[in-house]
Each structure stands twice: as C-alpha cells, then as structure tokens.
Nanobody, 124 residues
Framework: QVQVVQSGGGLVQAGGSLRLSCAAS????????MGWFRQAPGEERQFVAA????????YYGDSVKGRFTISRDIAKNTVYLQMNSLKVEDTAVYYC?????????????????WGQGTQVTVSL
C-alpha cells in the first residue's frame, strides 16, 4: 500500500554536491509530510530535513542548515534533498521517510514509512 523508493547518493569529494530523490506511492491517505534522516555507523538516526504536505514549511537539522535544501513535487509525490558544500561528517546512510501527519514532524517516531536507504560518502 505504501512504497518509498529512494535514488541518488554515492561518493563525492568534500565541498561537492549531491541530490537525493524519493518517490512515495501512497494510496491509503492523501496528505503527508516527508523527510530525510541519516545514520552513520554506531550512531543514532539523525534528523536532516522535513517538508510539510503543501511545501509551505521546511525544517532542518542544525548541522545541515544553509547547506541542504529539501523540496517536493506534490504532483509527482516526490521529495528531493539537495546537498551542497558537503563535509566528511555528512557521510552516512540517508533515509527518506513519510509521515501520516501533514506538518510539524522532525522525530523518527513521527514517521510511518521508510525508504531503503542510500549511502552518501564524502571524502577529503
């Protein structure tokens, strides 16, 4: 009933850019926020960014503010994460997530469906 499919990621040098995409196939509810989290080895899942159902509100983790931009194409049920000025510490598996709530969600527990994860590696 719900599929969350990610694409993008890979290896980039510090200072470079990458863009992640995430397409959601949802039939059971009509409005939902989407977000991105990341998890490095041995660490807890960390909030990266989220966007409300109609894209009127965006939220960012402190470590990515000013460098990452979340956006969404409502018609395509797709969310994007543009990552600029990447740092070595941005290296992690990035997860796309969908929440049944339309807005004000930034905690992993507030998201209901998750993508498969994609590796982002930033080298010196």
């Amino acid at each position: 009933q719900v599929q969350v499919v990610q694409s993008g990621g890979g290896l980039v040098q510090a200072g470079g850019s990458l863009r992640l995409s995430c397409a959601a196939s949802i039939r059971t509810f009509s409005s939902y926020a989407m977000g991105w989290f990341r998890q490095a080895p041995g660490e807890e899942r960390q909030f990266v960014a989220a966007i409300s159902w109609r894209a009127e509100n965006t939220y960012y983790g402190d470590s990515v503010k000013g460098r990452f931009t979340i956006s969404r194409d409502i018609a395509k049920n797709t969310v994007y994460l543009q990552m600029n000025s990447l740092k070595v510490e941005d290296t992690a598996v990035y997860y796309c997530a969908v929440s049944k709530w339309a807005d004000y969600v930034t905690q992993p527990s507030e998201f209901d469906y998750w993508g498969q994860g994609t590796q982002v590696t930033v080298s010196l």
